[in-house]
């Protein structure tokens, strides 16, 4: 719908605020509508939205059971007002999840770093810490996925060579916690190689640091952010 990173990202920030402020199941609708939207503009990913979203459907009777008992002890209100809150609260939330999901399938966090950088460029301001900064979220992205991927591979290994692992909730707790130090002092020991290598090629001697593919912000782009901002202040007004 939005090709910009900052634009997407303000787009949904926006629709999730006016979906919190809604008070009514009628003022969903244009939700609902939307989300048939997106996901006819997004049929690629339709499957993998709602793969992510069915375990708020086993979370809501949790939830539902909790909430009521809690508000029948501490409030007067009747068990139909207090069912219906709960039911208009469990469609916001859920259109909340998905369109989130929408926006984490579709939308890619190191184009949206290069975005905010590029636009930090324009400024011409050496603040180093926000160098700092945008280094931090770029390092903290791409360790994540890495000590992810060699957890996965770790167990897998133990599991190829005969190991056995304990099934229940405190024997797997257990387990992590005799091979989570191991991994994060590795993890440590590559951030420090990682760092060491950055100083050698110069870290820090610029600032504010280049994008070697930068993604403009253009008036287009402001304008779509301007037009999101009085339609949700339009529709926040209207609730």
Known sequence: MFNHPIVQLYFYLSVSLILVLSDS?????????????????????????????????????????????ISLLLTKMSFYDLLEGAFLAFLKFSIIVLLMNFYIESSSSEKLIISFRSLWVKTKLKWKWVDNFFLFLSLVMRLYPTFQSNWINNANSQKAIGIRFNKSYYGKL?????????????????????????????????????????????????????FITFFSSYLIGSI
């Open 174 to 226: 257990f387990d992590i916690s005799k091979a989570l130090p191991a991994m994060l002092v590795y993890q440590l020991n590559r951030s420090s190689d990682i760092a060491l290598a950055m100083k050698l090629r110069g870290y820090g001697l610029s600032c504010p640091r280049s994008v070697i593919h930068p993604i403009d912000f253009n008036f287009l782009n402001l304008a779509q952010i301007i």
């Open 25 to 69: 199941i009628y003022s969903l609708l244009p939700f609902v509508f939307l989300l048939l939207i997106l996901s006819l503009l997004n049929n690629k990913i339709i499957l993998k939205v709602l793969k992510n979203f069915i375990p708020t459907i086993f979370f809501f009777p949790l939830m539902l059971i909790f909430y009521i008992t």
